[in-house]
């Protein structure tokens, strides 16, 4: 039995600068430029400019040898594996999919073992182990999955020398190559409103749902629509609709590979004959919508419109900017947003203005805005219209407008709780359709409510998946998703939930469902936000360490963390990526401008929001 580590066996070509439109990248062999051995530690650069190539395997390689150099292999920027399928036999190299998913495990952690063979010298079992941190199925989504990972590969003897018979579907890839060699992108669909369908003007509203491609593909934009037609990943699907016929695929007879975008950056999607035959009228514009939204995500440029053709070149239905935007997840997140806080004197409701950048807050108008407000927690609606708080006793919700001079009305809602300081309702949050969400913590009735345009009755939302207690909730602008922030004993997660609205026959039954727990294991979570499309800004804490602010994608993948900010209580985001961070800290309330340090704002207060 022998163990090898795997060895450095790549070159890196830097290629030549390249003009490039739209997602597109140099995708030939580098005329000039460096090229240079290196290790797996240098292996981490994503520059896509960055080409990677493998060594064939040599006639004089082990068994565990082969292995290790077959995996390096799949770790080049061949995005046909070419030089990978040389360390297979004939058979295994005809029948290997690479495309069926993704093992992603832990860098520098990887043992390759010789196993041997039994009684034929001319075949062996090699094993490999890791420390699994992650896998990615057929459909491109990322799932974080913690344990023990071990694969076989069976090995024989042939004239050229061991290879590889004997392997499972799919890659292996330690996390440096992983982030090297994939990146996050959102695909969009539409959300199943059930009754709430025609709520808002009945415009159809999408969902972001994320993915990961491999970069440096020929054609980016290829990948990125031929993934958009396969459908929303397994999570996200039952409470999302897409306006792609069933089985529909691009136009992949000619060269650009039924993808085109010219220079006045108008995007052309062509699609085979079965699945134009099968688009018609609001579908087409529907789909036209998905394909400018997803585009557009990945963007430099601003795409001038979208248009839908048949394998012939015949234009089915197409859609200008303006018109694509009607529909972005945006539309229902609200225009404008401006940050708001609690003052620590008369919990009152403040606001900044402008770009909510600058460092001095007023008071709203309304009742909010008055000295006898008494906060303890808010939440502002998305048209900046109203808003609803909770009271400093954390046992009444109030709702009311924040325009005029009039009190507030009777008490929305009372929480249950014999210690409602301690156990009473949570910061409420509204979605984009304008019902208002939030949880009565009482230990001898947790419920998590949702109050139907912000007043009347509230209804009992199921949460069949839940272990715990819910201490904060975020939800989404598009109304079918669910920050969770989750007590279950010591630990403080943050889950995410799928929301089920209600149906025609019983519109107020809405239920929680599918969570997931996206935060990192050993990691407690104070305060969650939403920060875009499919990113949420999350403050917690590991065992020992200060809390951090983080960027989380809905799927877990995480980003850097920020600068540490081990008093920091609460952090504040906006679905509009271009405004400022907000945290609050020892008791005041800071801002991030972009390229610049925290900056404290005044007068003094807490529990910073963005409307949502």
Known sequence: MRAVRSRGRLLFGVLPACAALLLAGCASMPSSGEVRKVGDGQRADSDPQVRVFPFAPTADEGPAEIVSGFLEATTGSETDFATAKKYLSKDAAAKWNPLEGITVYSSNDLQVTDDGGADDKDATMVSLSAARRAVVDVKHAYQPEQGDFRASFHVVKQKNGWRIDGLQDGLILSETDFQRLYHSANMYYFAKLGADALRNGGKQRLVADPVYLRNQEADPLVSAVSALLGGPTGWLAPVVTSAAPTGARLD????????????????????????????????????????????????????????????????????????????????????????????????RLLTLSGTGTGTTATAVPGPFGTDKADLGSVAVRRDQGAAAGVRTNGRDLVVGPLIGDGPFGPVALKSTAADPRKDGLTAPSWDGLGDLWVADRDPNDPRLLVLRDGKGMPHRVLVPDLDGRVESLRVSSDGVRIALIVRQGASVTLQL???????????????????????????????????????????????????????????????????GINEATSVAASEDQSKPLLMSYNGGVYVLPADSNWKQVSPPGASPVYPG
């Open 497 to 563: 939930g799928r929301i089920r609205r209600g149906t025609e026959q019983h519109p107020d039954d809405f239920v929680v469902s599918a969570l997931r727990v996206l935060s990192p294991p050993g990691e407690n979570v104070a305060s969650v936000a939403w920060a875009g499309a499919s990113q949420l800004v999350v403050l917690g804490t590991e065992t020992g360490e200060v809390r951090q602010i983080q960027y989380l994608n809905t799927d877990g993948s995480t980003a850097p963390a920020l600068q």
């Open 252 to 347: 992949g007879k000619a060269s650009d590979g039924g993808v085109t975008l010219d220079d006045s950056q108008r995007l052309r999607v062509r699609l085979d004959g079965a699945g134009a035959a099968r688009l018609t009228g609001q579908s087409c514009v529907l789909l036209a919508a998905q394909l400018f939204t997803t585009a557009q995500a990945q963007a430099s440029a601003q795409l001038a419109s979208v248009g839908v053709q048949r394998a012939g070149g015949g234009t089915l239905c197409g859609l200008t900017r303006l018109q694509a935007l009607s529909y972005s997840p945006e539309s229902l997140a609200g225009a404008a947003p401006r940050p708001y806080y609690i003052a620590a004197d008369g919990h």
